[in-house]
């Protein structure tokens, strides 16, 4: 007998008959992309789509329900009261159906569905090879992934707009988020392969002081861990530039126009044996770790929760890459699990 006759099965109290037969999932998807990306035109490029297609496939959903999805505010859309209505149920919908997907494809004997992952600019350089291992084991699920700035990272949070988000540091001093530590991410000084110091042991944080510096801009997770350490000593650093990019930060470097503070991942493709050294200075490497990141009470998609579980099976391997990298971060490493250890000995006291 089907499990939809049996008796303790109890039909929905109420099916949803005019949107139904009125409007479209198309519709919903295009109505969807152009809330999250801010414009119809947009959203016509992610969709493949002429913008007066998108314009008429929002009119005739707006037509369905009988009122106003967008308002115009100068030259930008936003959505009405309504709109926003519209749009968490959207995403709602499109979560079950994408988590269905995903479930009629495993009883197939297949992976598919979409992961959207919003990483900070330093995550960049380990990301696309974890995401590929992970395409790798899942070859059906297709990845977007959002390269961005602190900050920007914490607004697509707040907006909900990616399934997860690798950060350097968990804000959870500004959101209501869950944070796992993954791996290893440790903030070194570099300088020129030139510069004087350079295989010099153990050299003073005040030393490093006198050394033009090159930071990150504001709002940078690794300019403010920087700027605590030189705090905590009563330093001041000598400022010389600010930038956006690692990259132009480490061609600065090479230029020979200042020392900076990044982290060893930005070292992945050239090593620690080229035109950037790393120096030996107290209070370094700042030991942090990447953590991965989605608001409080949000549940995961089938694809993120594959994607989680397998980021978290791949720690020791992670770290045994950064190790790998720099031979020295073994001791700090090993030092960082005895306090762990240690700690947790104590709670358990």
């Known amino acids: 007998m089907p499990p939809y006759s049996e008796p303790s099965y109890t039909p929905p109290a109420a099916m949803p008959d005019f949107l139904i037969r009125h409007v479209t999932l198309r519709q ?6 152009i809330v999250r990306l801010g414009s119809f035109t947009r959203a016509a490029e992610e969709l ?19 009122l106003p999805l967008f308002e115009h505010v100068g030259r930008n859309v936003r959505p009405t009261e309504a709109g926003m209505e519209v749009y968490h149920a959207c995403r709602k919908l499109f979560e079950n159906l994408a988590n269905l997907e995903m479930i ?20 960049k350089y380990f990301t696309p090879e974890v995401l590929g291992e992970f395409c790798q084991q899942f070859p059906g699920i297709d990845v ?6 602190r900050d920007r990272i914490i607004e ?3 907006a909900n707009e990616d399934d997860l988000y690798i950060m350097g540091q968990a804000p959870m001093d500004q959101l209501d988020v869950e944070a796992f530590p993954f791996a290893p991410n440790p903030l070194v000084v570099m300088a020129p392969r030139n510069h004087p110091l350079v295989g010099e042991k153990n050299i003073p944080l005040s030393r490093i002081a006198e050394e033009p510096l090159i930071l990150r801009e504001p709002g940078s997770g690794i300019r403010d861990a920087t700027l605590r350490v030189f705090d905590a000593a009563d330093l001041k650093p000598k400022v010389r530039m600010e930038l956006g990019s690692n990259e132009a930060i480490k061609h600065a470097v090479v230029g020979g126009l200042g020392l900076s503070v990044l982290s060893l991942h930005t070292l992945t493709l050239e090593g620690s044996d080229g035109p950037v050294a790393i120096l030996d200075v107290e209070g370094f490497p700042i030991m942090r770790q990447w953590y991965l990141v989605y608001p409080k009470g949000k549940e995961l998609s089938l ?21 790998e990298l720099w031979p020295r971060l073994r001791e700090h490493l090993k030092d960082c699990r005895t306090g762990q250890s240690t700690t947790a000995k104590k709670r358990k006291a």
């Open 48 to 66: 493949f789509l002429t913008q007066p297609t998108v314009s008429m496939q929002i009119k005739k959903l707006a037509d369905s329900l009988g």
């Open 28 to 33: 919903f998807q295009v109505f969807e992309a």
């Open 303 to 323: 694809v993120a929760k594959a994607f989680h579980q397998f980021v978290l099976d791949n720690e020791p391997r992670m770290s045994e890459r950064m190790e």
């Open 144 to 149: 977007a992934l959002k390269v961005s700035n």
């Open 156 to 158: 697509r949070i707040q």
């Open 104 to 123: 009629i494809a495993d009883l197939k004997g297949i992976k598919r569905g979409r992961l959207r992952l919003g990483v900070i600019t330093t995550a």
